[in-house]
T-cell receptor
Framework: KAGVTQTPRYLIKTRGQQVTLSCSPISGHRSVSWYQQTPGQGLQFLFEYFSETQRNKGNFPGRFSGRQFSNSRSEMNVSTLELGDSALYLC??????????????FGPGTRLTVL | SQQGEEDPQALSIQEGENATMNCSYKTSINNLQWYRQNSGRGLVHLILIRSNEREKHSGRLRVTLDTSKKSSSLLITASRAADTASYFCATGLLETSGSRLTFGEGTQLTVNP
């Protein structure tokens, strides 16, 4: 089976712009979660989607949003980018809704740099 | 805030030695997972241990879980240079609105040839 794929792998944006990141989960996986990784804050949970519904949301401002499509692919959007949004954004998929009961498979991440 | 705290933050050993990393957490969990990350790339799942388990093995990896002390340890035996990476523990909580993994700050392991 193909692993979790994320596109693009690298992205450079300027402050005030918006960005959309994409994640394709492993075939058959219905739960997709997003995480932000920065040197200062470490790995932080953004949100989780299952069957096109947001199941859980981390402590991030409303500029961060996401969605999931009927084929389980997911996108996350960050509007009005700030310098502090520079990070590695990781997507993870798992087989069931309660992802914490099962291992999560991570994609290679999208490295976002905000100038 | 980070649920897990890992100890040590950095560990440097020689090939063939064992490496032990510890993780402590604060709230009740359903499971605890260990992940490896090479140089800012994606995370690789290593092992999952459920709250009703005390020890689990996978190849050269041994994980223990002590729910009374809210702590876990990851032991890598006979380490290799290829084991050089950051290792994270992550706790799985079941919340009413879904689920999420809460990660520790990680241990940077360096295995010297």
């Amino acid at each position: 089976k193909a692993g979790v794929t994320q596109t693009p792998r690298y992205l450079i944006k300027t402050r005030g712009q918006q960005v959309t990141l994409s994640c394709s989960p492993i075939s058959g996986h219905r739960s997709v979660s997003w995480y932000q990784q920065t040197p200062g804050q470490g790995l932080q949970f953004l949100f989780e989607y299952f069957s096109e519904t947001q199941r859980n949301k981390g402590n991030f401002p409303g500029r961060f949003s996401g969605r999931q499509f009927s084929n389980s692919r997911s996108e996350m959007n960050v509007s009005t980018l700030e310098l502090g949004d520079s990070a590695l954004y990781l997507c993870a998929s798992s087989l069931e809704a309660s992802g914490s009961y099962n291992e999560q498979f991570f994609g290679p991440g999208t490295r976002l740099t905000v100038l | 805030s980070q649920q897990g705290e890992e100890d040590p933050q950095a560990l440097s050993i020689q090939e063939g030695e064992n490496a032990t990393m510890n993780c402590s957490y604060k709230t009740s969990i359903n499971n605890l997972q260990w992940y490896r990350q090479n140089s800012g790339r994606g995370l690789v799942h290593l092992i999952l241990i459920r709250s009703n388990e005390r020890e689990k093995h996978s190849g050269r990896l041994r994980v223990t879980l002590d729910t009374s002390k809210k702590s876990s340890s990851l032991l890598i035996t006979a380490s290799r240079a290829a084991d050089t990476a950051s290792y994270f523990c992550a706790t799985g909580l079941l919340e009413t609105s879904g689920s999420r993994l809460t990660f520790g700050e990680g241990t940077q392991l360096t295995v010297n040839p």
